[in-house]
């Protein structure tokens, strides 16, 4: 069956990609728009910061934000704390943050020891243990899961907590053996 030239035609725009633009083929400006987004790293502004970067919005478009999110809960709703600066998706959150309820300092997990943990000079204690250690478990000589144990616990020997002497590299299976993971450092609760 042979179709007529205008039924060809018809069944022709059906056939492009968008149906609400079917047959209308885009200026050749928009074209190299397009065809630049697709370009990732080769495209000309690829790792630039964008033409707003820490620009003020303008007031039109912080209403318009405003007004698009009347009516949904604040995102620090239900939450107590130091909030300033707080970075809702990073380590706070994937770690399921304790929604600002403090425990006693001591402990392990209270917000002052967990900032202590994520520092520059812990991180450097930790290092220099996997370091004097030959970064391998020192009990069962594995490689894989390492972490930096504290021989007398962290929590109740404040100032050992940096001494590379107080410290040990275990693997994590290894660590949790020891009796003085996680919890189970209480029973040194009475020293402090
Ligand atoms: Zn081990």
Redesign the pocket.
């Known amino acids: 069956m042979a179709h007529s030239q205008q039924t060809k035609d018809k069944i022709r725009k059906a056939l492009m990609g968008n149906k609400n633009s079917a047959g209308v083929i885009p200026s050749e400006k928009t074209r190299e728009l397009i065809r630049q987004t697709k370009l990732g790293s080769k495209n000309p502004n690829f790792g630039k910061p964008s033409h707003n970067r820490g620009k003020p919005m303008s007031a039109q478009s912080r209403r318009k934000l405003s007004a698009s999110r009347m009516g949904q809960p604040a995102w620090n709703r239900g939450r107590r704390g130091p909030f300033k600066n707080m970075n809702t998706t990073g380590l706070a959150k994937g770690r399921g943050w304790n929604r600002g309820i403090r425990k006693p300092e001591d402990q392990c997990s209270s917000p002052r020891n967990a900032r202590i943990r994520r520092s520059a000079e812990y991180d450097l204690w930790r290092r220099s243990v996997f370091y004097r250690d030959g970064f391998k478990?020192?009990?069962?000589?594995?490689k894989r899961e390492l972490q930096a144990d504290h021989i007398k616990p962290f929590a109740y020997f404040p100032e050992l907590r940096f001494a590379i002497d107080n410290g040990r590299t275990?693997?994590?299976?290894?660590?949790k053996t020891t009796d003085t993971y996680g919890h189970k450092a209480r029973r040194f609760s009475h020293l402090l």
């Not at 478990?137 to 594995?142: A, D, K, L």
């Not at 275990?170 to 660590?175: A, E, T, Y």
């Open positions: 478990c020192i009990w069962c000589g594995t275990l693997c994590k299976p290894c660590h």
